[in-house]
């Protein structure tokens, strides 16, 4: 079992719908969790952070943990077409600062 | 405000030639340096990470080396590159010191091809 599991997809949506891309994990010691969009041919960028459990949100995004069920996920409102990019999720902890990543969800938004 | 070069961003490159990829950091001091590929499909691979000027530790054995010869300087080569070597090639950093508190921040990449 890989540490972090992620679907590949492609996940494919209509312009406006709620867009929710998931991570599980294995290793209960994580504690910082990121989600990072990459567009393709360029460097992923960080777009939610979050320390422990709970929800976070930033505009259009909603960042959800629940370590009790090693669990992540992104909730992306009113998606548009410029959200399609390929969504990789990351975590690390137990005093280690290199995070896990999963191997990313390719989101494709049709206007 | 930080911001990291990566260079150059797309590269053709002959087997058995040699590489030289280059990242450097403005805006910040002590960086925590690293190197990854992506190869389609596979996801991000660690590859090479640094805390410091001359210290490399290197996640997976092979061809490359990377080198660290100023403190916002990361340097991956390869004396004779292998058509394994094709990827796309990140360099990243983040806050150094025990600064955990930031993710990383990726560069824009090298697109590396191997013929």
């Known amino acids: 079992q890989k540490e972090v599991e992620q679907d590949p997809g492609p996940l494919s949506v209509p312009e406006g719908a709620i867009v929710s891309l998931n991570c599980t994990y294995s290793?209960?010691?994580?504690?910082?969790f990121m989600w990072y969009r990459q567009y393709s041919r360029k460097g992923p960028e960080l777009l939610m952070y979050?320390?422990?459990?709970g929800n976070k949100e930033d505009g259009r995004f909603t960042a959800q943990v629940d370590k009790s069920s090693k669990y992540i996920s992104l909730f992306i409102r009113d998606s548009q077409p410029s959200d399609s990019a390929t969504y990789l999720c990351?975590?690390?902890?137990?005093?280690?600062?290199?995070?896990?990543f999963g191997r990313g969800t390719s989101l494709i938004v049709h206007p | 405000s930080q911001t990291i070069h990566q260079w150059p961003a797309t590269l053709v490159q002959p087997v058995g030639s040699p590489l030289s990829l280059e990242c450097t950091v403005e805006g910040t001091s002590n960086p925590n340096l690293y190197w990854y590929r992506q190869a389609a499909g596979r996801g991000l691979q660690l590859l090479f990470y640094s805390v410091g000027i001359g210290q490399i530790s290197s996640e997976v054995p092979q061809n490359l080396s990377a080198s660290r010869p100023q403190d916002r300087q990361f340097i991956l080569s390869s004396k004779k590159l292998l058509l394994s070597d094709s990827g796309f090639y990140l360099c990243?950093?983040?806050?150094?010191?025990?600064?955990?508190?930031?993710?990383?921040?990726f560069g824009s990449g090298t697109r590396l091809t191997v013929v």
């Open positions: 990243a950093w983040s806050a150094g010191g025990g600064g955990q508190a930031q993710g990383y921040t």
């Open positions: 290793n209960s010691a994580f504690q910082y």
């Open positions: 979050t320390y422990s459990s």
């Open positions: 990351a975590m690390r902890g137990g005093g280690s600062y290199i995070p896990t």
